[in-house]
């Protein structure tokens, strides 16, 4: 699917779409300021289709509709999909028909709420905006992507990434900020990230896992990641072995997807993948508690860096822009990994989950 828009019209978007995040982020740091409990963010303030709701996804959550009210331009009439969202349909302006809509645009407001609301590990706010197409319209069609850090209170800085469409690396665009020194109201102090995925063609002595964060599946997932790893990089793991060896491929379980996509796009991970509602397809488990089509929203970010996200059988992942459809994906930080990775990828996918 090819899509005729001027350059500048896509600069706009995504100009507005990190302007949207920085709001969010600030929402988020100021509430942190004014709560002298962390535990109050993690109380549960809804149970939907797509994911808990907690109290701490309501303050991006409202802070994502009034940014949208306030800022977003009338003449760009546009469909908002969102966790958190109950209406069968929100528009900006409000009102307007969903068929009258030029964009359809599908938010994450955090990312890593489990992580973020304990101040544990930074969060990301995500966003992918694709020219609407009704119910056809998915993740595919994504032509502007932008996901902002939301760091812990600890933390000073804030990264922000977005891409466009078709612009490659060029097009690719990574600050940081002091979020410090902006909440301070200083001259916030800001710079240029130079991101780049692993160029290793293989996984050992680096990062690569299987998203696992959940005790559902948990079983299942873990023997197709030895048998991957067996398989592929020859590592065993009997208990026959020496004492002094150990595993080389290192795990790291961080529960947001748009954290994972930021750890291959910044050479941390080479290879990460997330079958979850395969296993649990396998095992008759709720696919509740799985990457959503808005969890994965950024993926063209990785794509135009030059990275690799696409489905476990090596297609590109074509989810309807919603809240519920269940996503499985993987991710390889470069071509060469692909290579190694998909043959055996693909014949474990069948053996385990076919």
């Given amino acids: 699917m090819t899509f005729d828009f001027a350059m500048d019209e896509l600069q706009r978007a995504r100009r507005l779409l990190c302007a949207l995040q920085i709001y969010v982020r600030d929402a ?5 300021a004014r709560s002298s409990s962390t535990t109050r963010f993690a109380e549960i303030a809804a149970v939907t289709k797509a994911d808990t709701i907690y109290q701490i996804d309501k303050v991006s959550e409202e802070a994502i509709l009034r940014w949208f009210e306030e800022h977003w331009p009338r003449t760009w009439p546009v469909e908002i999909v969102m966790e958190g969202i109950d209406e069968a349909a929100v528009t900006f302006p ?13 938010l994450d407001p955090i990312d890593g709420t489990r992580g973020i609301m304990y101040d544990k590990r930074s969060a990301w706010s ?3 905006l694709a020219p609407q197409r009704g119910a056809k319209t998915s993740i595919a069609d994504i032509v ?39 909440a301070r109201g200083d001259k916030p102090a800001t710079g240029k990230l130079n991101l780049r995925p692993s160029t290793a063609t293989d996984c050992r002595h680096g990062f690569a896992s299987l998203a696992r964060f ?20 020859n590592q065993k793991w009997s208990t026959k072995q020496p004492a002094t060896d150990s595993p080389v491929i290192f795990d790291d379980q961080y529960i947001s997807t748009g954290g994972q996509l930021y750890e291959i796009l910044s050479g941390h991970d080479r290879f990460i993948g997330d079958l979850r509602p395969l296993a649990f397809a396998k ?7 799985v990457c959503h089509p808005y969890d994965i929203c950024t993926e063209l970010i990785l794509n135009e860096a030059g990275a690799i ?46």
Wanted: proline share 7%.
């Fill in 144 to 182: 502007v992507a932008v996901m902002t850090e939301l760091p812990t209170s600890k933390q000073w800085r804030s990264d922000q990434v977005s891409a466009i469409r078709g612009a490659g690396l060029a097009g690719l665009r990574a600050t940081w900020t002091d979020v410090h020194a902006a």
């Fill in 214 to 233: 959940f005790p559902d599946g948990k079983t299942l997932l873990s023997q197709f990641e030895e048998d991957l790893w067996a398989r592929v990089e």
């Fill in 28 to 32: 988020l740091h100021a509430a942190r």
């Fill in 283 to 289: 095992l008759d488990l709720p696919t509740s508690l």
């Fill in 309 to 354: 996200v696409e489905d476990p059988f090596g297609r590109k992942i074509k989810a309807p822009m919603d809240t519920t459809s269940p996503v499985s994906w993987v991710g390889f930080a470069n071509a060469a990994l692909a290579r190694r990775l998909r043959p055996e990828l693909r014949r474990l996918v069948k053996k385990y989950f076919g």
């Fill in 126 to 128: 995500l966003a992918g």
């Fill in 94 to 106: 409000p009102g307007t028909p969903v068929a009258k809509t030029k964009w359809k645009c599908i």
